[in-house]
Each structure stands twice: as structure tokens, then as C-alpha cells.
């Protein structure tokens, strides 16, 4: 006959996990805590989404804006950030580019412009620009010089100097020059002359200063 204290050490003792186990269990709880509170973190952000406009491919400069560019997306950005309204989508159909649209971003009101790129009494060049002779910290829409060198067959001929500002950044000109094209706006007058030059020196002169409708008149 055994005793109570035999009948004691021979019933089951269940399972009991080792401590590194228990510890383990106890990581796998919070890191499901965290990833369920992250989840209603994100879907309470949802709810402050707001419709705003997005470009769908690379639209260039002085490129007039179409239906097809544009989109609308839900975003969750700050009140200081100049977003246009995703309602505003078909009011800015037929303005204009004032500088580059990456396929991708969203739309400011500082990168569209109601009138064509081009202003009256200019006109658009393209120029040939050895590669590595751009200065540094060129863009859309900044003044430059364009320096014509002086005309070597021609007697007492000086170095012309033509103000503009750029149309659109440089494309290779996939040639065996190694040279890039340079789209460059300019007083119409000026135009031939640019267009004949064949070494055009480019000078960053105002990189701050954004064009104005006087610079063209």
C-alpha cells in the first residue's frame, strides 16, 4: 500500500516551459503588440489622407499640361507644404510647366504658369554645349549668359555677349562629339545669331533670380 506522499511524486506535472522559452513567448507577445498597434497607427493616418495631384510621366518644361499627366492620390502631408487641392485636377488642364515634373511628385502651384514658357518677342534655341562645360547649379528657368566667341574670319570682330535663360536642362546629343543640347530662350533678334555660333560659352550669372516679363520686352 503506498502512502499519500508516493501518490504524490507520481501524478503528471503538466508542461512547463524553460525560462528561455517562457522569455521567447513573452518577445513573440510584444512584438504582436507593436505590429497591431502599428497597424491602427497607419489606418488612423489614413483617415487625415487628403486628395492632392500627381504627375504620372516626366512632363518638361514649357510642356502645357493635359488630363492624361496628372492623377489623383491620397496623401498625408503638412498644411505648410503649397499641394494643389486634388479637386483643382481639371482647372490646371492647359497651363503650363514652368519647371520639370518628375513622373511621381505631387504638384505645387510654384512649379505651373498660365502663360506659354516662351514670352513674346522671344524665341526658343537649341545650342551645342561640350560636355563638362555647364557650370555648376544650372537649371529650368535660371539667367544666363551666352558667349559668343569673336569672329576669327572677319576683321576687328569682338566677343558678343547674349542674355537668356534656360528652357530646359541638357539632353546627350548621342553624337561622337560628345556634346549636349541646350534648350536656351533669347530675345528674337538675338536668335539667328545664337542659332549660327558655333562655340557658345554658357555663364551662370543670377542663379537666383527667376525671369521676368521685362527681361523679355
Known sequence: MTNSGEANQQEPRGFQPSKRRRNRIAAGVALAAIAIGGNIFVYSQLNDAEPAIQVVRDV?????????????????????????????????????????????????????????????????????????ALPVGLREQVLIELVLPPDRSATNSTMTVIPGWVVALPTPSNNALGTQSLSVEVAAVDAATVAAADDVRVVLSEPLREPTAEDGS
Do not use: C, F, H
Open 60 to 132: 518638361p518644361a514649357g510642356e502645357q499640361i493635359a488630363s492624361d499627366m496628372l492623377r489623383t492620390v491620397k496623401v498625408d502631408a503638412d498644411s505648410s507644404v503649397n499641394l494643389i487641392d486634388g479637386d483643382e485636377l481639371e482647372n490646371i488642364v492647359g497651363s503650363y510647366a514652368k519647371v520639370r515634373l518628375v513622373s511621381g511628385s505631387l504638384v505645387t502651384w510654384e512649379e505651373l504658369q498660365s502663360s506659354p514658357l516662351v514670352r513674346s518677342g522671344n524665341a526658343v534655341v537649341a545650342i551645342q554645349i561640350p560636355e563638362g
